[in-house]
């Protein structure tokens, strides 16, 4: 397959990217720290928002599944509503921020719209990705589909573009003067509109259509999970995604009371995504000699390296811990590109895989909520934050807190992730 056909399919990954990171990590902050939401009330709205999130996703997967992923309407429908909601979080009504309870019902509601509207186009999406050259002309010597791949690559490769512009962009709108702020953050948002729309323009208008456009059948939730192949992956990637949401849920509380350098944040988050970016298409290189499945289980041994050196850091270790975010971000390169690919290998029966991704969707969005419990975890094991730490035991304590639920916990999640993979060949 070209390249163009591949960049125009792989397009749409960055505005995705650039929604899916305000919403999940920048949006609370904001809410409560610039607009004066109580962090209580709004960590209850973004649970309630998150568990709908959830268990929409193989629903909307049906739908998919019925209507075909490159229906030009539904992926229209789904933009207009994304950007609607991306434009309403940053910017709600003066009359709405001057009521408390107006202005968290109003989280709720753009929270809502936004999750399932970047599910709706998410799902569509990456279905539309499995179908690409599905063809057995398309299949190599190893089994593996050079296409599926090559779409992964430049989906995912978009998407941590989206992912830095997301990260940098709200961090430098919120610091800018108060009087200027609103006019920024309609920009953005302006831009953001405008990004997603060319993109889904570009899918719908030049992008190679999926091979397959049967009629779909209908799968129920049941028939997914009893389905051996299917089951043993995802609970493969559950594990693993669960090792890669703990990590992330505590990465601030690690560098500011483990590394205690929080004004190195921004240069190890872009060591991060940018190491992602650059090792997402050496993964794929290695993924199309030596079989997908392979090269996730390497990606794996070289994650639980990055946890164990970063349990032996300290305070200080700023260099050490940038090399260790730069491990993990060649990690990332495999988690983002391979397993979607290797589930669209698994599965036989291609007219279902909106099906199967809506259920593939829930468990990584199941494993980012049950990732928010290693925050009363770190209570429970006695974390206070350097700003309370008061003794040199509280200290010890707390640093011992943050290397077992931060490093510890996710390097058992993705031992066991790395056995049940080596154990699901079928």
């Given at each position: 397959?070209?390249?163009?056909?591949?960049?125009?399919?792989?397009?749409?990954g960055l505005p995705l990217a650039m929604a899916?990171?305000?919403?999940?990590?920048?949006?609370?902050?904001?809410?409560?720290?610039?607009?004066?939401?109580?962090?209580?009330?709004?960590?209850?709205?973004?649970?309630?928002?998150?568990?709908?999130?959830?268990?929409?996703?193989?629903?909307?997967g049906k739908i998919v599944d019925k209507i075909r992923s490159d229906n030009p309407y539904w992926l229209v429908a789904s933009g207009m509503l994304l950007c609607a909601a991306f434009y309403g979080l940053w910017l709600p009504p003066e009359y709405v921020r001057q009521q408390e309870f107006l202005l968290l019902l109003w989280l709720g509601l753009m929270l809502i719209l936004a999750y399932?509207?970047?599910?709706?186009?998410?799902?569509?999406?990456?279905?539309?990705?499995?179908?690409?050259?599905?063809?057995?002309?398309?299949?190599?010597?190893?089994?593996?589909?050079?296409?599926?791949?090559?779409?992964?690559?430049?989906?995912?490769g978009f998407g941590l573009i989206g992912v830095i512009l997301a990260s940098i962009l709200p961090a430098w709108i919120l610091q800018t003067p108060a009087d200027q702020r609103q006019d920024y953050l309609w920009q953005y948002s302006l831009g953001f509109g405008f990004i997603l729309t060319a993109s889904i323009w570009t899918l719908v208008g030049a992008s190679p259509k999926p091979a397959h456009h049967m009629l779909q059948a209908k799968i129920h939730l049941q028939q997914i999970l009893a389905a051996p192949i299917f089951r043993r992956l995802a609970i493969v990637y559950f594990f693993n995604s669960l090792s890669v949401a703990i990590p992330a849920t505590l990465l601030l509380f690690f560098i500011n009371d483990q590394i205690r350098t929080p004004e190195k944040t921004g240069l190890f988050l872009a060591g991060y995504f940018f190491a992602g970016a650059c090792g997402l298409p050496l993964w794929i290189k290695f993924a199309r000699k030596y079989?997908?499945?392979?090269?996730?289980?390497?990606?794996?041994?070289?994650?639980?390296?990055?946890?164990?050196?970063?349990?032996?850091?300290?305070?200080?270790?700023?260099?050490?811990?940038?090399?260790?975010?730069?491990?993990?971000?060649?990690?990332?390169?495999?988690?983002?590109?391979l397993p979607p690919v290797l589930l669209a290998e698994s599965v036989a029966d291609k007219s279902s895989l909106g099906s199967y991704y809506g259920v593939w969707s829930l468990i990584g969005k199941l494993s980012l909520a049950l990732a928010g419990l290693s925050l009363p975890l770190l209570h429970l094991l006695g974390f206070q934050s350097a700003l309370q730490s008061s003794t040199n035991a509280i200290k010890d304590q707390s640093q011992l807190a943050l290397i077992i639920t931060y490093a510890l916990i996710p390097c058992l999640c993705k031992l066991i992730a790395f056995q049940l993979l080596r154990r699901s060949r079928s």
């Open positions: 397959m070209k390249i163009t056909a591949l960049l125009c399919y792989g397009l749409l899916a990171l305000p919403v999940y990590v920048q949006i609370p902050n904001y809410y409560t720290t610039q607009l004066g939401l109580p962090l209580a009330g709004t960590g209850l709205m973004l649970f309630f928002a998150r568990l709908i999130d959830t268990v929409q996703d193989p629903f909307l399932t509207a970047h599910s709706m186009l998410n799902i569509a999406y990456l279905t539309w990705g499995a179908g690409l050259g599905t063809q057995a002309t398309e299949i190599n010597l190893t089994g593996e589909n050079p296409s599926l791949l090559g779409a992964a690559a430049w989906r995912e079989t997908t499945r392979f090269a996730w289980q390497s990606s794996m041994l070289l994650a639980v390296c990055s946890f164990v050196g970063a349990a032996f850091l300290g305070a200080g270790d700023s260099t050490a811990f940038l090399f260790v975010c730069i491990v993990s971000g060649l990690v990332l390169g495999a988690d983002l590109a």
